[in-house]
């Protein structure tokens, strides 16, 4: 008879690493499922593509501490309502562009990237658009033709033309707000947003 106590047996060891690893396997699959609902566009927050077809405002909660996107009256974008669907295709559009063209080599998305330029994810409500009425033009020419049309030479960086065209453009700005309109818990934090019209 072995004087080993039950509790230094390898047998118990072994049943403790297989219960171990298969609970763990089930909280991953729950916690996976649960963040897929936390990402997919129609939540709490991360809003349908649709919400490109309304003005995005940008306002302090109190209670949370923080600035939190709102979602406002009707304000069409490039002149149009979109259908779900059309909105999507455009998004999807502005997603690939911004992942085909690298932007993140520079830029940061939801804080993910690199911190030459400044983070796109509130890019949409940045002030330096100059007014709500002016800054599709203004963004749309800026994207096309980075060299000419750069606004803010503050920093001495400039974002080179990447050859992005005028269809790529309006991907990228339906993807720009509608990545305004995600809630993403204050961040980035002390961002100043463009002066939104309306209440
Ligand atoms: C080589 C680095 C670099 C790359 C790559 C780059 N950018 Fe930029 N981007 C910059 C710099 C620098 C600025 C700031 C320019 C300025 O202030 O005039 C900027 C500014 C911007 C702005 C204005 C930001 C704001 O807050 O108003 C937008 C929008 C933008 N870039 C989008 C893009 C997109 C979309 C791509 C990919 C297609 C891209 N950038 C790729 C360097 C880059």
Known sequence: MSDTPWWASQDFWRKCAIFVTAFMAVVLILLTF???????????????????????????????????????????????LHTEDDARALVDLGKLTVQAKNCMNCHTLLGNGAY?????????LDPGWGNEQSRELLMSMFLTDPVANARTFGTRKR?????????????????????????????????????????
Do not use: C
Not at 116 to 124: E, G, S, V
Not at 165 to 189: C, M, Q, Y
């Open 116 to 124: 030459y330029a400044p983070d796109l994810t509130k890019a949409w």
């Open 34 to 80: 649960h963040t897929m609902d936390a990402i997919t566009s129609g939540s709490d927050r991360v809003p349908a593509y649709a919400v490109i077809n309304y003005r995005i405002g940008y306002e302090f909660d109190a209670e949370r501490n923080m600035y939190a996107p709102v979602i406002g009256e009707e304000a069409p974008l490039f002149g149009a």
């Open 159 to 199: 974002m080179p033309d990447l050859g992005v065209t005028d269809e790529e453009a309006r991907g990228v700005i339906a993807f720009l707000k509608w990545l305004s309109a995600v809630d993403t818990n204050g961040f980035p934090h002390g961002f100043e947003t463009l002066p939104q019209g309306g209440s």
